[in-house]
């Protein structure tokens, strides 16, 4: 079985200018991604997917490889990650497994990635998506209907804590699947997909300048382990 590690990371990010190739603690924003790609003993390849010429170096620099880059087509504000990775296996068409890393989740480790791999090979190839617990039930969430709030899961709204449901959610540090099946069904998010639960300290996922800020004071504070 050979594994693909994709990385992408385009130019234009608007949240937090040039994030990709910011310091972070020290290094890049991307580096921590590559690191623990290298680190984790199961990707054979770790490839930068980007369009633009500083990612591309920086992303070589830190030991990644950068074999293309990224169409135009491909790096708007509005290009669905599934066209990229498609992209990536059309040109890279000679692996069995495809684990998307996104630089915004800088505090995932090589253990991590390692991990999420393996019980993706575990469940017969299933997809592996990495989730931590939700920070805010959606049993106690709202919206607004007019001049009007409506509980969004109902009226059925459990009043103590204790009662509600545990629920997990997405972080977007790691994505595991088939490859060619991934290109077939166009999505890592199916009914039976197997998750990785991450901790919430890890599961940062850098859309503002207070995300990355708070993953600075959690690196600085509380490394997390390799």
Not at 75 to 82: K, L
Not at 193 to 200: D, I, Q
């Amino acid at each position: 079985m050979r594994t693909l590690g994709l990385v992408p990371a385009r130019g234009g990010s608007k949240g937090v200018p040039r994030k990709n190739v910011r310091p972070l603690a020290g290094k890049p924003l991307i580096a921590w991604t590559i690191e623990a790609a290298l680190a984790s003993g199961v990707i054979d390849r770790v490839v930068v997917s980007t369009d633009d010429e500083e990612i591309a170096g920086v992303g070589a620099t830190w030991g990644a490889e950068i074999p293309f880059m990224r169409p135009p087509r491909l790096a708007g504000d509005e290009t669905p990650t599934i066209g990229v990775v498609r992209h990536a296996l059309e040109l890279l068409p000679d692996f069995d497994t495809l684990v998307l890393l996104q630089p915004t989740s800088p505090l995932r480790t090589a253990a991590d990635v390692a991990t999420a791999v393996r019980l993706h090979e575990a469940s017969q190839q299933r997809n592996c998506v990495a989730m931590t617990e939700a920070a805010d039930s959606p049993c106690w969430s709202y919206y607004m209907d007019g001049g009007a709030l409506r509980p969004v899961l109902g009226d059925q709204v459990p009043l103590r804590r204790q009662d509600l449901p545990r629920v997990v959610t997405v972080n977007g540090a790691i994505y595991v699947a088939n490859a060619r099946r991934l290109a077939e069904q166009g999505s890592f998010l199916r009914p039976d997909m197997v998750p990785y639960l991450m901790p919430r300290e890890r599961s940062v996922d850098i859309d503002t300048e207070f995300d990355f800020q708070l993953c600075e004071f959690l690196i600085r504070n509380a490394p997390p382990c390799k």
